[in-house]
């Protein structure tokens, strides 16, 4: 049968805590009454050591302190905050690179790449036409297109399902 109390001063004395203690756990949901406004000795000493400050709290030292919701929450606490001092020496060390820059930078490059793509049809089928002796336009013709082929197939394959926007306005 568990051990009842409707006074707080008489549950905070069995439990060897402050009344003031039991009042600031209750308003932090760390603890609750009964539904009929008494306190569950048992299930309070239990709920107190598992939300409980082990280096402030008398009833976390009775418990383990590794296993309790609060020392979970202080060393994923704790991990945080080694990551972000982690991350931050990385930025001061220039290891890291902001994204909207690079997205920059590899439009950049990717921009002069298709550019220099699309223009050497134009200069260079006049010399392999002379080589090959052909019709220079119908080889500029024939090798545009390919490159053109080319270049959508690499779209398609950087920019899945048109992510990247419409394609309709590139050449």
Do not use: C, Y
């Not at 290891?95 to 490059?109: F, G, K, M, P």
């Not at 297109?145 to 270049?151: A, G, K, P, Q, V």
């Amino acid at each position: 049968m568990p051990e009842l109390t409707a006074s707080t001063r008489e549950a905070a004395r069995r439990l060897g805590v402050s009344d003031t203690a039991i009042h600031k756990a209750e308003r932090a949901g760390r603890i609750a009454r009964e539904p009929d406004g008494s306190w569950d000795i048992d299930k309070t000493r239990r709920r107190l050591t598992e939300t409980a400050d082990p280096t402030r709290s008398p009833l976390a030292n009775g418990a383990s302190a590794e296993g309790t919701p609060f020392a979970r929450l202080k060393v994923a606490q704790l991990a945080l905050k080694v990551e972000a001092q982690r991350l931050s020496l990385d930025e001061t060390k220039r290891r890291l690179v902001d994204v909207a820059q690079a997205n920059a930078a590899l439009d950049e490059i990717g921009s002069t790449m298709r550019d220099a793509l699309l223009n050497w049809p134009a200069r260079v089928s006049g010399l392999i036409a002379a080589e090959i002796s052909v019709d220079p336009h119908l080889l500029q013709t024939i090798l545009q297109s390919h490159i053109n082929d080319l270049l959508t197939e690499a779209a398609d394959r950087f920019d899945p399902a048109g992510l990247g926007g419409d394609r309709s306005s590139q050449p």
